[in-house]
């Protein structure tokens, strides 16, 4: 077994003894400890705060959880890591000077972090990423340099847990960069946000946990290593490694199978080293029961959580697992990270802050106390919140484990406060002059660090958490002197009620928001805060401060401002702006995608249809689906973001259905069943769909579902026609516009065959950023920037339709607007056969014939016609101002 700090520690084998380096326990190294896990406290206690203020506070979760992890947790791996390699490897101590400058710029890169995300500031969030990034490099040199030329133990693998978490933290600060400043896009932030939060819990917190445990397990135990500990070690930090790397390229890229192998090999190792841990237990009494309770209550939930993590990812989709993975970062949280971190520091504190062995035992009598009601109420609170329990459950599980958290870190306190007050310890004997006591050679460093992040992070909790102090809740207008104001604002069909509020100058508003609309939404101010997306029913507090000038506040999600979802704040006196300082159309789309399309050439006359299309390029099909022999039609639609080329040269964000605009065109006959699962891979917005063909309330079949979420969509097509389908979710004109239509055709009965069967949809194309102001003003407009046939302007003049002269064909045309119809003409042809909203117009056995196929936008049917001979026919919408922009293309007869 390994004895830290009580005595021998057999490192080398049963017969080889060596003791723990006596450097160790220098006062200087016990006030330097003790220095760095003020910062640890300060973090946690941050954390709770920040947990406290869910209500208010915005980001409040996710600043939660990153101080927690990335301020607590990742300082206290710095720290300890380091520590144990030292010990494990037999190596001399790094330079304290070049260690304690890495534990600051670690806290100055996480504060930076946390303050960057919280402020909106893109710049100062990639640069302190940039700055972890540097630490953590220069964190995996130190630990790969120990190794060389140094003796090593019978642990020396731990070691190499160490260097793999430090590269995950690399890897999900460089993943976390990308997701905090916009630059994942919405196509690919489910998987990249997925791989952040894998390798950071599973990779930089999880790893040296377990690798530590080897060691600590039984030394808190006081029993000797089994003989394997070195080599199950190795078995699983081989599983766990490369699990985690596969797992977490495959999320990245949305692999589904290549991340549950990944997993399972995760999973695997964390049951192997568990295993080993059992094992290990004996029945004498531990050195210290709670660490020991603490330790193996947290590997057990670990065990819990993967698993749950590993069957959901088999069982759901890449994007579906994220609703799950919400519920398990609690457990994972709380249950894992934070009982094995009170553990190891019930254990390890007593050792590196005390003196000698009465000290150390008086230090753990202190971080002992109530221990097991502490544990029960830690890991009762845990189960509640991972069941799938009422709400007030949940609340009493965040109690629980607030409390207990907040009592530990109450003693931890109370251990730090009296290892200062007994730190003067005399120099040793036989030093010089300049070994000089602790207080003499105490460096600011840390300290100063430990103060400004705590001012920080309680300077944005006390701004934007506090409570209403005495001020009442007002009509909208009224109150005639300044001071605090809280205002309900409700949300509700795409708007906010009330749309105005005027404040007398230098009035602290608070607006209690609540979303009684089906969608998400949210609310921002202005060049200030704003709340989390909020669901149906869920109300949060927007704490706005002193308002002392007029100012706006919308919802941020793309198009839901433009839409009218938008509130002036305007101060009474007339000493602020006119009103017209909002926000650019980019503001809107903070934490959406900003890509809006991207286009090689326009002109101020349109757009330059003569171009080639992108390298790579390929049309949309025209060939009408078969029908086939089911009866019953299962569809899974997606409805996700996509770049598509909508016209040659140019590349716009569309909004989809199954990653095309239009979506798949659906063929069937009457009577016919169709039932179509709609899943929402947006990562911002709400979707849902109307099927046009189907007859039947609306109520729940027409819902709009959440990101993640997803319905089934069942209908008898009772009727035949061209039907459309669009999205239902308000407002229609954006979603439509965007791209979020399609077809769906069910035949007459007795429909002849015929040579060749198309479908077209007619619509338009409006460029520039989804959702903004100047696109939904184009709509509004009925100004399109092209008028195209299944989604792409004049496609089908660069790959054209082919026939053979004397072959017969059918044109199915549905016309999905928004806004205009359409009246479908061939050159050069006559039709014979009309058919229009379920009824024909004209068939071959009568005398007349028809030359264009008129439809309003919504309305569908069908032309027939032959081609008598060989040549170039172009199909086009009569409508001469949408043929020229792109409601063009050609028929390729031949002999």
């Known amino acids: 077994m390994i004895t830290i700090g009580r005595g021998p520690a057999q490192m080398g084998g049963p017969s080889g003894t060596a003791k723990y380096p006596s450097r160790f326990r220098e006062s200087g190294l016990r006030v330097r400890h003790l220095r760095a896990h003020v910062l640890v406290v300060a973090w946690f206690a941050l954390a709770l705060l920040a947990a406290a203020a869910q209500q208010s506070l915005p980001v409040a979760r996710w600043l939660a959880v990153h101080l927690f992890l990335l301020g607590g947790a990742t300082t206290a791996i710095l720290i300890w890591s380091e520590h144990f390699a030292v010990a494990l490897l037999h190596a001399q101590i790094p330079d304290e000077r070049w260690s304690d400058a890495r534990l600051a710029g670690a806290n100055v890169a996480v504060t930076g972090i946390l303050v960057g995300v919280w402020a909106d500031l893109p710049v100062l969030t990639g640069i302190a990423g940039l700055l972890l990034v540097a630490v953590a490099t220069a964190h995996l040199v130190v630990l790969i340099r120990m190794g060389r030329g140094a003796l090593g133990g019978r642990l020396k693998p731990v070691v190499g847990y160490y260097r793999i978490a430090?590269?995950?933290?690399?890897?999900?600060?460089?993943?976390?960069?990308?997701?905090?400043?916009?630059?994942?896009?919405?196509?690919?932030?489910?998987?990249?946000?997925?791989?952040?939060?894998?390798?950071?819990?599973?990779?930089?917190?999880?790893?040296?946990?377990?690798?530590?445990?080897?060691?600590?397990?039984?030394?808190?135990?006081?029993?000797r290593m089994k003989e394997l500990t070195t080599r199950v070690s190795r078995w699983v930090l081989w599983l766990t490694g490369s699990g985690l790397s596969l797992a977490a390229v495959a999320l990245a890229l949305q692999w589904q199978w290549p991340a549950v192998a990944g997993l399972a090999a995760y999973a695997s190792g964390a049951a192997v080293a568990a295993g080993l841990l059992a094992r290990t237990v004996r029945g004498n009494r531990p050195v210290s029961v709670a660490a020991a309770w603490m330790l193996a209550a947290a590997t057990c939930w670990l065990l819990i959580s993967v698993t749950v993590d590993l069957v959901m990812l088999a069982a759901r989709s890449v994007t579906e697992v994220q609703t799950v993975l919400e519920d398990l970062v609690p457990v994972l949280l709380v249950g894992f990270v934070a009982q094995v971190l009170f553990g190891a520091l019930t254990y390890l504190l007593p050792v590196v802050l005390s003196r000698g062995h009465e000290d150390r035992a008086a230090v753990r009598a202190v971080l002992e106390r109530g221990w097991l009601p502490r544990l029960v109420a830690l890991n009762a609170g845990v189960a509640l919140l991972a069941l799938p329990l009422p709400g007030p459950c949940a609340f009493v599980g965040m109690g629980l484990v607030g409390v207990s958290a907040a009592a530990f870190l109450v003693l931890v306190a109370l251990v730090l406060a009296h290892s200062h007050r007994t730190g003067q310890d005399p120099a040793p004997a036989g030093a010089g002059p300049e070994r000089t006591t602790p207080t003499a050679t105490r460096r600011p460093a840390l300290l100063g660090t430990a103060a400004g992040v705590v001012i920080t992070v309680l300077a944005v909790l006390v701004a934007n958490g506090g409570q209403d102090t005495g001020g009442s809740t007002d009509t909208v207008g009224g109150g005639s002197t300044a001071g605090t104001r809280t205002v309900n604002v409700t949300i509700m069909g795409m708007s906010l009620s009330p749309k105005r509020i005027e404040v007398t100058k230098g009035t602290s508003l608070r607006l209690k928001v609540t979303n009684k609309d089906a969608q998400r939404?949210?609310?921002?101010?202005?060049?200030?805060?704003?709340?989390?997306?909020?669901?149906?029913?869920?109300?949060?507090?927007?704490?706005?401060?002193?308002?002392?000038?007029?100012?706006k506040a919308w919802c941020t999600l793309p198009g839901h401002r433009a839409a009218g979802m938008e509130m002036d704040i305007v101060v009474k006196d007339g000493t602020g702006t006119d009103g017209s300082t909002g926000s650019s159309d980019s503001s809107m789309d903070m934490g959406m995608d900003h890509s809006g399309h991207s286009m090689d050439s326009t002109s101020s006359g349109g757009l330059d249809l003569s171009k080639d299309f992108s390298k790579g390029w390929t049309p949309r099909s025209a060939e009408l689906p078969a029908a086939g022999t089911a009866t019953v039609h299962k569809i899974e639609l997606h409805a996700a973001h996509r770049t598509i080329e909508v016209a040659p040269g140019v590349k716009q964000r569309m909004w989809t259905f199954g990653g095309t605009a239009p979506g798949p065109t659906l063929h069937g006959r009457i009577g016919d069943i169709f039932e179509i699962t709609l899943v929402n891979d947006d990562t911002g917005m709400g979707h849902g769909i109307d099927f046009h063909a189907g007859a039947l309330s609306p109520d729940k079949p027409m819902r709009t579902i959440n990101p993640g979420e997803r319905l089934v969509y069942r209908f008898r097509a009772e009727r035949a026609g061209a039907w459309l389908y669009h999205c239902s979710t308000m407002p229609m004109l954006q979603h439509m516009g965007n791209g979020m239509y399609g077809a769906v055709i069910i035949d007459p009965p007795g429909l002849p065959k015929v040579d060749h069967e198309y479908a077209l949809v007619s619509s338009e194309i409006y460029l520039g950023t989804p959702g903004s102001t100047a696109q939904l003003d184009k709509m509004r407009n009925n100004t399109p920037d092209a008028w195209v046939f299944n989604g792409i302007a004049a496609q089908y003049d660069k790959a054209m339709l082919k026939m053979k002269a004397g072959e017969r064909a059918r044109f199915w045309v549905v016309a999905a607007g928004p806004s205009d119809g359409i009246a479908f003409h061939i050159v050069g042809t006559i039709f014979d056969t009309v058919y229009k909203e379920g009824a024909y117009l004209l068939t071959p056995k009568q005398p007349g014939g028809s030359q264009a196929l008129d439809l309003s936008a919504a309305q569908g049917g069908f032309v027939e016609t032959t081609f008598a001979e060989a040549g170039h026919y172009a199909f086009v919408d009569h409508d001469m101002r949408h043929a020229e922009a792109g409601a063009h293309g050609m028929i390729e007869v031949t002999r």
């Open 166 to 223: 430090t590269a995950a933290l690399i890897a999900g600060a460089v993943l976390g960069g990308l997701l905090a400043t916009g630059h994942a896009g919405a196509d690919h932030y489910a998987g990249l946000r997925l791989a952040h939060i894998h390798v950071t819990l599973l990779g930089w917190i999880g790893l040296p946990i377990l690798g530590t445990l080897f060691m600590l397990w039984p030394t808190v135990l006081g029993v």
């Open 521 to 551: 939404h949210d609310l921002k101010a202005e060049n200030g805060p704003a709340t989390p997306l909020l669901s149906h029913g869920q109300t949060r507090t927007l704490d706005i401060g002193k308002v002392t000038a007029d100012l």
